[in-house]
């Protein structure tokens, strides 16, 4: 089992910046690869960004590409997200999330393990 807990998400202006943090526990986080998801209201939880256990290699979704950076530690059993140029549109509650792939899919379904969620609202 591995547990998951998300900080840092709040309010910000457009424009400005955001670094989620999510906090494993449990079983070697280091053999899993992580992700980030969000769900905005009504709308269905979409990938974010995701990278091997190895982090080596890091993914992430046409909309947030180049704004947002996904790193991990796996020392400390965190994984992060640094969100800057923030948009409304990423106004959403982030989800961190494990999946035993050792390539992380871009699939929700495919992932084992989930945070409680923490949300980020992006103001216009």
């Known amino acids: 089992q591995v547990q998951l807990v998300e900080s840092g998400g709040g309010l910000v202006q457009a424009g400005g910046s955001l670094r989620l943090s999510c906090a494993a526990s449990?079983?070697?986080?280091?053999?899993?690869?992580m992700g980030w998801f969000r769900q905005a209201p009504g709308k269905e939880r979409e990938f974010v960004a995701a990278?091997?256990?190895?982090?080596?290699?890091?993914y992430y979704a046409d909309s947030v590409k180049g704004r947002f950076t996904i790193s991990g530690d796996n020392a400390k059993n965190g994984l992060y997200l640094q969100m800057n140029s923030l948009k409304p549109e990423d106004t959403a509650v982030y989800y961190c999330?494990?999946?035993?792939?050792?390539?992380?899919?871009?699939?929700?379904?495919?992932?084992?393990?989930w945070g409680q969620g923490t949300q980020v609202t992006v103001s216009s």
């Open positions: 449990g079983r070697t986080f280091s053999t899993y690869a």
């Open positions: 999330a494990a999946t035993r792939l050792r390539v992380p899919p871009t699939n929700r379904y495919e992932y084992n393990y």
């Open positions: 990278i091997t256990w190895s982090g080596f290699s890091t």
